[in-house]
């Protein structure tokens, strides 16, 4: 007689191995039109501190620190000025350590806090991106959903402030390869507040860059939306309407790309989010336009800039009328010298350049 | 002990005729570790069979692993276990079968449903946090977490552990040094078994972890952990100070590592016959089995009878995880 088949143990049900990278309390809403406390314009320094002291004020679980956060100096950048005054217990300086500044804000987070932490340089969080790789970004997903570690890291980045090789780096593309973050690239004083308080009350992960060239540049600096005002993640904004092509940008080089702007008939596209990409508003635009670039500070080689265009020439194929180009800083590190800068990081010309080559074509 | 202090006192005296931990005591952790150890020859029978892709035995560290849990409070206490320690994860309480389904990667393995690698156990009833692969990267976590629990008010103490060799990680060194900066109730646990692999310790380093711990400022003690006397007479002191505010401990147990360093080595490359025969006189089961036979808390066939029994019951939860559905 047969023996019966034995049935096979049975193994973990595949079918929904994205589960539990992000929480399902996604910080996506309607955004709302903002309403401004005044008419003034504030710079994106200032309107990072007024996030976070809103924020701090309404959530008591809200806890920072950093290298050189604490007052008097108040971060080399001075975001967090006035903040220690505020709350003694809750803003501190931290060892010069950015595995410990990340590592110890994701244990922090697990016990139930809101560490929004500073890497002074995005350039230097590297001793950290073990924790940031690794820990943090897995927790939720490796316990199937037991676990989740909401950290708020920041990180001055970008270039153009004569820092060379190692005060200058774009790091979105390199964290953006690691799933379970929230990625944040804000252009402007209105789109950082709105940004930064959003990151504040998420229930994952966020890397929020701020570029630090932009921080008092007077092209970032916009009026002040007051404290309900949330942007949620993965929305960009068309700053400029245009026809004739379509620039996908973000960071400093959105106003590059402004430059030149009314010249070409542009429609700039401030993805203002890297991670999730607001892909809609890129698609539709390439479909009205039928021309676009992708413009980013970051070098050219696996930059964000080819995450854009292979969603584009997956999505937009029928639609294009030229080749998806790309203008992004050399394969090189970032130099000292400004004309050594100058000609590593993309500039009005580079673009214009690759923009005559998308029109002519 | 002043946060500069430099001392670090070793305890590493072993002798049975001295009886100072109270004969209940012993009999838990000898029942206890008598668990880990069926548990452990079960999976090595199941690996064998191909149903476990790996398997971190912790053969010579059980004893330090139950023993340290038996003096914390489980489910108020922290754990940030590194990957040899299913027997931090039983003796917390996780059920036997749970680890068997874990180990397995089954459907319904309550620690990552298969998402992680075996031997990385979690449970939140349990305050056992999952863990990543990577070798001391649980250290910073686990100092954020005291410091949660600093501001939350409560005397919960963090337990955390490696090897001996995940402690040439820089962030063990960032770990010891932010805790002991703001006095965070973390017991870091060093189970220096002599071997990163195939990696033997003075390789690592010319100073011993708990003088380099030492040197951070943070009270560092060297005990025997295959003899449950020197942690008995250590810790619990140590540990009602952690409670009451005093900041944290290092402790650096002595063990063996009686197997391999995972189901994918083979130790017997890089260890001598006569070095793995020393090894096993140190064997932290058979010295308490000594100890309980030479004060006579059970006979030999007391023993036999409890062996068989825990054996029978280890086998059955594990029987239970390998079956198939119903």
């Known amino acids: 007689m047969r023996q019966p088949m034995k049935p096979m143990p049975r193994q973990p049900e595949p079918g929904h191995i994205t589960a539990h990278i992000y929480s399902d309390q996604t910080p996506f809403f309607e955004e709302k039109e903002p309403a401004y406390i005044s008419e003034d314009t504030i710079s994106m320094v200032e309107a990072l501190n007024r996030a976070l002291r809103e924020e701090m004020e309404r959530n008591p679980k809200i806890v920072m620190w950093g290298e050189d956060i604490a007052d008097p100096k108040g971060g080399v950048f001075g975001v967090t000025r006035g903040l220690t005054n505020l709350y003694p217990d809750r803003v501190q300086n931290s060892p010069l350590a950015e595995a410990s500044i990340v590592g110890v804000a994701g244990g922090m987070a697990i016990g139930g806090y809101k560490p929004i932490v500073e890497i002074q340089f995005a350039d230097y969080s590297w001793p950290g991106f073990m924790q940031m790789r690794n820990e943090i970004p897995t927790l939720r997903w490796r316990s199937n959903g037991t676990w989740s570690d909401p950290v708020v890291v920041r990180m001055a980045c970008g270039g153009r402030i004569k820092g060379g090789p190692f005060h200058s780096q774009c790091v979105e593309a390199i964290y953006a390869h690691t799933p379970g973050w929230y990625i944040v690239f804000p252009s402007n004083a209105t789109d950082a507040k709105g940004l930064m308080k959003t990151a504040a009350r998420a229930d994952d992960p966020v890397l929020f860059l701020e570029h630090k060239r932009l921080y008092r540049h007077i092209s970032a600096k916009s009026r002040e939306p007051n404290a309900d005002y949330l942007i949620p993640f993965g929305k960009g904004k068309i700053k400029r309407h245009g026809n004739a092509a379509t620039v996908v940008t973000w960071g400093a080089t959105v106003y590059t790309a402004l430059e030149l702007a009314d010249e070409f008939d542009l429609e700039v596209i401030d993805l203002r989010t890297i991670v999730p990409m607001d892909d809609e508003i890129v698609f539709n635009s390439v479909k009205k336009t039928n021309r676009v670039l992708v413009l980013h500070e970051d070098a050219v080689m696996i930059g964000w800039g080819a995450e854009v265009v292979a969603r584009i020439a997956a999505n937009c194929f029928d639609h294009l009328d030229a080749p998806v180009l790309r203008v992004g800083a050399k394969d090189s590190f970032v130099a000292s010298a400004v004309s050594l800068e100058d000609e590593v990081l993309p500039s009005v010309e580079d673009l214009r350049r690759e923009l005559t080559k998308l029109l002519r074509y | ?326």
């Not at chain 2, 452990?40 to 849990?69: C, D, M, N, P, Y």
């Not at chain 2, 552990?161 to 820089?170: Q, Y």
């Not at chain 2, 040197?215 to 810790?235: A, C, K, N, Q, R």
């Open chain 2, 1 to 326: 002990m002043s946060r500069k202090s430099k001392e670090t006192p070793t305890n590493l005296r072993s002798e049975p005729e001295r009886r100072i931990v109270p004969d209940a005591v012993v009999l838990e952790l000898y029942r206890k570790i008598l668990g880990v150890y069926y548990i452990e020859e079960r999976l090595k029978i199941l690996t064998r069979q191909g149903k476990i892709s790996f398997l971190a035995s912790s053969r010579g560290h059980e004893k330090v692993q139950v023993g340290t849990v038996m003096m914390l409070k489980p489910g108020h206490d922290w754990f940030f276990p590194y990957y040899r320690e299913k027997a931090i994860a039983y003796a917390l309480g996780m059920p036997v079968k749970d680890i068997f389904l874990h180990m397995l990667s089954r459907e319904g393995d309550p620690s990552s449903n298969g998402r992680n690698m075996p031997e990385h156990f979690s449970s939140r009833e349990l305050n056992l946090v999952s863990q990543t692969a990577c070798t001391g990267t649980q250290f910073l976590p686990a100092v954020g977490m005291a410091k949660a629990l600093k501001k939350d008010g409560s005397d919960a103490i963090v337990y955390v552990s490696s090897g001996e060799g995940a402690a040439s990680e820089g962030e063990f060194a960032e770990a010891i040094n932010w805790a002991t900066r703001e006095e965070l109730s973390v017991l870091f646990l060093i189970q220096n078994n002599g071997y990163a692999i195939s990696v033997p310790r003075n390789a690592q380093t010319t100073s011993e972890i708990h003088r380099i711990a030492a040197g951070f400022g943070l009270p560092s003690y060297h005990v025997d952990g295959t003899w449950y006397e020197s942690m008995y007479e250590t810790m619990p002191g140590l540990i009602q100070r952690m409670r009451e505010g005093s900041g944290p401990v290092l402790i650096e147990a002595e063990v063996v590592r009686l197997d391999s360093h995972s189901s994918s080595d083979d130790q017997t490359k890089y260890r001598s016959d006569e070095e793995l025969k020393r090894a096993r006189e140190r064997d932290p089961i058979m010295l308490t089995e000594k100890y309980i036979l030479q004060h006579r808390l059970l006979s030999q066939d007391e023993i036999k009878g409890m062996r068989d029994k825990i054996q029978a019951e280890v086998n059955a939860a594990a029987d239970e995880a390998d079956a198939a559905p119903a």
